[in-house]
């Protein structure tokens, strides 16, 4: 059985992709590598360069490979980024969303787990987000994710498409030494950047209502992510039924400065992280409730903060 993952040479794709393999199912790669690294794909893995804005190239791609279902998870993820950026946002999410989608009718293609966000909730006002808290996102970013999902329902209708949409907030960590988070935005690599550079790390306030002061947040290890992705993929392909959209979340979070001494203690770098003023609109917390994924997608925190940590830590000395 062969699945298609777009986005396939990116850091969480990568995972995807070995993901698949290690559960005997055949993986096959298409990536523009805008973000994405060739080297992240395994050898033996079929690798098509290029872009799900290319219609063509994806229906030559379905024609000579008999694919059984997509995983889509290529995107334009930078959600800051977007607001400054919001047509290339669109076009990359959504028209390509679209494209692709297109190209799956006409292929004959029925299945299709979306890699979404928690973006999509912006800055929710609950203790714990569930999948039906109501959506408000603050970014293109956020909205084209938002879009991406009606876009995978109005085929469902349509055309009897089977999907789910999988979201998450803050991805960490990595499988294995050879896949990195290499984003100039995510906490981690900013902060091992910095202690490499001799430069101390921030943290953006520390006078929260939280039990530390630090902004808490969902932070969950890519492996994690990535099992449940193939079960998705799993069930889809079953027959079985699933719903429209689950949350990967934690339950409980941790706290930016909780990341910080775990950070010190696993580098044996010794810091006090800098402390700046509070960005505006973050919260002090969002978390996200797992119960739902759980329940249908073999979805567990099977790695601890510091299991994060060491595996990024791993992975960064290792590039």
């Not at 953006?204 to 530390?212: A, E, F, L, M, W």
Request: hydrophobic share 40%.
């Amino acid at each position: 059985m062969t699945w298609l993952v777009t986005g396939g040479a990116g850091y969480i794709g990568a995972h995807v992709v070995r993901a698949l393999g290690e559960a005997g199912l055949e993986p096959l790669v298409i990536d523009d590598l805008s973000s994405g690294h060739r080297e992240f794909v395994p050898a033996d893995v079929e690798f098509v360069h290029g872009s799900i804005l290319d219609g063509e190239l994806l229906s030559r791609t379905f024609e000579e490979h008999d694919v059984d279902g997509v995983i889509h998870v290529a995107g334009f993820k930078y959600a800051g980024v977007s607001v400054q950026q919001p047509l290339h946002t669109y076009a990359q999410n959504v028209t390509g969303t679209a494209v692709l989608l297109a190209a799956m009718a006409d292929a004959g293609i029925g299945r299709i787990v979306f890699s979404s966000s928690a973006a999509v909730y912006g800055t929710p006002d609950v203790d714990l987000v569930t999948e039906s808290t109501p959506k408000n996102p603050q970014s293109p970013y956020g909205e084209s994710k938002l879009i991406g999902e009606w876009l995978l329902a109005d085929q469902g209708r349509a055309a009897g498409l089977a999907h789910t949409a999988l979201r998450y907030f803050n991805v960490v960590g990595s499988g294995t030494p050879q896949i990195r988070d290499t984003s100039p935005h995510n906490l981690f690599p900013l902060v091992f950047d910095a202690l490499l550079d001799g430069r101390t790390p921030r943290i953006n306030g520390d006078d929260y209502p939280t039990p530390d002061g630090t902004c808490v947040r969902d932070y969950i290890h890519v492996a994690d992510l990535a099992v449940s992705h193939v079960a998705a993929a799993r069930r889809l392909a079953a027959g079985d039924a699933v719903e429209a959209v689950y949350n990967l979340g934690s339950g409980d979070g941790v706290s930016v400065g909780e990341i910080m001494r775990t950070v010190a203690e696993v580098t044996g770098i010794a810091f006090a992280p800098e402390i700046t003023a509070r960005r505006s609109g973050d919260p002090a917390r969002i978390v996200a409730s797992g119960d739902l994924a759980a329940r249908d997608l073999d979805w567990s925190m099977r790695h601890s903060l510091r299991d994060m940590v060491s595996s990024a830590w791993d992975a960064r000395r290792a590039a």
